[in-house]
């Protein structure tokens, strides 16, 4: 079992990196140092992406974080491209409702082979606050 924290977190210091952005955080470590770690030892190439900002969850995810709480299957966008455009790459999640847990498959654009990073099982109760709360407080 793993566990989900989401929390919108300050952007940075210049134009392009200011603006709030959805941090997801599995086991209290942030999803892109998972990210990192797991192209490293596979000998990736970084895609460097980074948390969505508010208005990129409002485009490219908010349906699909909706339909997530509600228990029905959802692929979520979590991390996008630094250069700004989250079509360029991107790192998201298929989620599933097994019984009292949510499954994610970890997959990414371009095509990558993320099946050794997780799969992460939440369960139910908790991943729904936490998917309620963030989309609350957006």
């Given at each position: 079992?793993?566990?989900?924290?989401?929390?919108?977190?300050?952007?940075?210091?210049?134009?392009?990196?200011?603006?709030?952005?959805?941090?997801?955080?599995?086991?209290?470590?942030?999803?892109?140092?998972?990210?990192r770690?797991?192209?490293?030892?596979c000998?990736?190439?970084?895609?460097?992406?980074?948390?969505?900002?508010?208005?990129?969850?409002?485009?490219?995810?908010?349906?699909?974080?909706?339909?997530?709480?509600?228990?029905?299957?959802?692929?979520?966008?979590?991390?996008?491209?630094?250069?700004?455009?989250?079509?360029?790459?991107?790192?998201?999640?298929?989620?599933?409702?097994?019984g009292?847990?949510?499954?994610?498959?970890?997959?990414?654009?371009?095509?990558?082979?993320?099946?050794?990073?997780?799969?992460?099982?939440?369960?139910?109760?908790?991943?729904?606050?936490?998917?309620?709360?963030?989309?609350?407080?957006?």
């Amino acid at each position: 079992m793993n566990s989900l924290t989401l929390c919108w977190q300050a952007g940075g210091q210049d134009a392009e990196a200011s603006g709030r952005r959805l941090q997801v955080l599995v086991d209290d470590q942030p999803l892109t140092a998972w990210v990192r770690d797991y192209e490293l030892a596979c000998d990736y190439h970084p895609f460097a992406e980074d948390f969505l900002l508010a208005a990129d969850v409002d485009w490219y995810s908010l349906t699909s974080w909706q339909r997530s709480a509600q228990g029905q299957a959802a692929r979520l966008i979590l991390l996008g491209c630094r250069c700004g455009d989250v079509d360029c790459s991107q790192l998201y999640a298929d989620t599933q409702l097994c019984g009292d847990w949510v499954l994610w498959r970890i997959g990414g654009w371009p095509q990558r082979d993320y099946r050794g990073l997780g799969p992460f099982w939440f369960e139910w109760q908790a991943y729904r606050q936490q998917v309620q709360g963030a989309l609350e407080s957006r």
